[in-house]
């Protein structure tokens, strides 16, 4: 009886040993396979995401190409057009008072001082310097004439006069 419980011993053991054999495989197996799958699933991801990325560079594009065409109707619209003039009736000649100083454009002669001007048009009109376009354009609102507007001063308060009286000893 010793020898049959030896050889069942033998053979369980032989068994266990062949099964763990047959197991290995499959569990690296199975591994494998988990980890295929795993990296299909990334791929769709990928995928997925790419896609994303396209519809984003293809919305962008139909952005950008939209603010170019706005701002190339924008320059059409604020580009300077060229204009001629003529006149139907000669310009009236502006005399030019006493105390103005003729001006036949250039750099501005009087910055920051406060000056009244006259313009082509014969209109008046009086602002610190630097608020006014001193060059020639031959428009109505140019310059023709100026002079200095002196700051007003302040009135100085006169001093009592005292008087001191002598005292005679």
Not at 29 to 47: T, W
Not at 137 to 143: E, G, H, Q, T, V
């Amino acid at each position: 009886m010793n020898i049959e419980i030896w050889q069942l011993v033998v053979f369980g053991v032989t068994c266990i040993g062949i099964g763990a054999l047959l197991a290995w495989p499959r569990s690296r197996n199975s591994e494998e396979d988990s980890l295929r799958e795993l990296i299909g699933q990334q791929r769709v991801e990928i995928s997925e995401k790419q896609e994303e990325i396209d519809k984003l560079e293809q919305i962008c594009r139909e952005r950008f190409y939209k603010i170019c065409d706005l701002e190339t109707r924008l320059a059409e619209v604020t580009a300077p057009k060229i204009v001629t003039i003529t006149k139907s009736s000669p310009a009236k000649e502006v005399k030019i008072p006493r105390g103005y100083n003729k001006w036949d454009g250039g750099e501005n002669p009087a910055a920051n001082k406060t000056v009244e001007v006259i313009f082509r048009n014969g209109d008046k009109s009086r602002d610190i310097a630097s608020g006014w376009r001193w060059s020639k354009m031959s428009l109505p609102r140019d310059i023709i004439a100026y002079k200095v507007i002196a700051p007003k001063k302040k009135p100085v308060a006169k001093k009592k006069a005292t008087v001191k009286k002598r005292v005679k000893k």
